[in-house]
């Protein structure tokens, strides 16, 4: 059997009411893709839609059920199964643009022995409010060119490489040894952190590819989603920080390096923030242990992160400090659209 191009890892937790649309937006791959559904652990009809979809395209889908690990675990088990030479999460109430996804499975089929990373862009769509905002990567990366961490050109406020945003090689997230905790939430920040220095090659396609829907009250990055599980944010903040010594990406790639310690200071800052907006004794603890535990660990990094990025905008000291933090997530969540 030939080797597919793509494996779309779909993980299911009672989505009954919404996967069908994922699913369906993946079939255009036809046969030189495969698309795994994780049904983990549902309690609703997940299961059986999975399966009906499996009998209907036996040569594109594939179910695993399993029991219940959380999304980390239910991409843990998709990358182990995947056969594809590339390899793409998409959440289960997310969905792919068709035209986009022909571009992206044609681009693959031309270069295919040539790309470690596809970089593609996605867009934050408020369905039921008729409201999209699209994250492009066009002053970053050259368009349609391969190129390298060398050729990264400045990001915007606004432009992070989110999971939404990458499709990876297979082999590279492999050899990354890329394992998300079970059983927690806003793991894909670790999931589109950790294997970037595996990377060598890149391509940027300038195309709407993903989908990435906004509005259900359930949704992890809804603010008081976030409040109930900001020990989940804080952890993922950790394992990103643990998960790669930056001095040894500096020696490869500065570029990437600087990009990588920006990310952790918008994770550190998003958990920053979401303390302080609890407003409790615990999370003001809380809130000055992460910044501890980031200087003892490596005081040349917490000085960059506290005095140099936007981290030490969201730790100003006193009240005032406390204001101006809040005001400022405020306008930057008006102004980018991001929840």
Known sequence: MNKKDITFVVPCYNSQDYMKRCIDSLLPCGEDGEIIIVDDGSTDATGEIADEYAFVYPQIVKVIHKANGGHGSGVNAGLAAAGGRFFKVVDS???LDKDALLKVMQAIKNRKDDVDMLVCNYVYDHLYENRQKSV????????ERICSWQDMRSFKPSQYLVMHALIFRT???K??????PEHTFYVDNLFAYKPLPYVKSILYLNVDLYHYFLGREDQSVNEESYKRRIDQQILVTKMVVECMDLRKVKRMSPRLS??????????LSISS?????IKSREAMQKRQELWNYIKERDGKLY???RFTMLSGFTYLPGKLGDILTIKGYNLAKKT????
């Open 93 to 95: 109430d997310d969905w």
């Open 258 to 267: 600087h990009y990588m310690m920006r990310n952790i200071s918008v994770m």
């Open 336 to 339: 980018y659209q991001f929840s």
């Open 171 to 173: 082999n590279i997230l």
């Open 303 to 305: 000085k960059r992160l």
């Open 273 to 277: 923030i979401y303390l302080l907006m």
């Open 175 to 180: 050899r990354s040894n890329v394992v998300l």
């Open 136 to 143: 492009c990567f066009g002053n970053v990366f050259p368009e």
